[in-house]
């Protein structure tokens, strides 16, 4: 580790599982002060909290803007300006839209797209007064491109993309960085709920024949994407869409490769 957030106050949303624990280690260990917002605390996060005693929970529904406003009000009084916001919380579920209910639908909007809004809301101004910060928003290789049944994931995550160049757009004179990243499938609780049904074995394995690295990915691999972003390394990356997919999104394989004896 190379002390890269040394000083740093991060907020992690969804900090607690999956994608934005393997952030909230991640940064814990380059030095900076982690605080999570989530639903509840997991065992996981109670495992890495006494590794990092310091380290906070609030329970936060992101949906809830007020909330996390006056939890940010609280954070910077204590810490001063939230410098690195990670937007990991999130929700994957429905289905091709005939298939889904309204209610469904908004769920998983309100989450996943309205959430990243509340959150960026709540902590740009202090990071414009500091005149530095950096949003890192976890969007998906789905908000890119179409996945078959994803209808909503798909509109939610879309969102995330051009919100967070919108950000960028708004708020880089202020100093603050926004970037996106796009994981592909990437082994996760939420991924291990979809993946590991009996029914979906067939479809498992297709989507890892399409991962050109042959494997799917792990959390500490976004985690160290993040860090990158987070950090002064990226100081002139923003409005990017990172993608990290083991290449799933480079092209469609045929079995050609096979056939040449390279895989
Ligand atoms: N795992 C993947 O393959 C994958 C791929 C692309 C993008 N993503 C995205 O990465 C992010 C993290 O997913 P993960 O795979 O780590 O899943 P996960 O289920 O392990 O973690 C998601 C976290 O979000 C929290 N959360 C859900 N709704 C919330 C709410 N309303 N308020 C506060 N917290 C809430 C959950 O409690 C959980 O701790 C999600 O936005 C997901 O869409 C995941």
């Not at 007064?129 to 996945?147: C, F, H, M, Q, R």
């Not at 967070?164 to 757009?169: D, G, P, Q, T, V």
Request: with cysteine; proline share 2%.
């Amino acid at each position: 580790m190379t002390n890269a957030l040394k000083d740093r106050v991060a907020l992690i949303t969804g900090g607690t599982s999956g994608i934005g624990l393997a952030c909230a280690q991640r940064f814990a260990d380059e030095g900076a002060t982690v605080i999570a917002f989530d639903l509840k605390e997991t065992q996981d996060w109670k495992a890495f909290t006494t590794d990092y005693p310091s380290a906070l929970f609030y329970s936060i529904d992101v949906t809830d803007g007020p909330a996390q406003k006056a939890a940010v009000a609280e954070i910077e009084a204590k810490f001063g300006a939230v410098d690195i916001l990670v937007t990991a919380a999130g929700v994957r579920e429905a289905g091709p839209i005939t298939m889904v209910d309204q209610v469904q639908w908004e769920r998983v909007i309100n989450i996943n797209l309205n959430g990243t809004f509340l959150s960026a809301q709540a902590v740009l101004n202090g990071m414009m007064n500091k005149g530095k910060g950096s949003i890192i928003t976890i969007a998906s290789i789905e908000g890119l491109v179409a996945n078959e049944g994803g209808g909503a994931y798909n509109a939610s995550k879309g969102g995330v993309v051009l919100l967070s160049k919108n950000i960028a757009m708004d708020y880089g004179r202020k100093g603050v960085r926004c970037n996106a990243i796009c994981p592909g499938f990437i082994e996760t609780p939420m991924f291990d709920d979809i993946m590991n049904d009996s029914s979906m074995t067939d479809v498992r394995a297709s989507i890892q024949n399409q991962v050109k690295l042959g494997r799917f990915g792990k959390p500490e691999e976004i985690a160290a994407a993040a860090n990158f972003l987070a950090s002064d390394e990226a100081s002139y990356i923003t409005g990017h869409s990172l993608v990290v997919d083991g290449g799933y999104t480079a092209g469609h394989s045929h079995g050609i490769v096979q056939m040449l004896g390279l895989g």
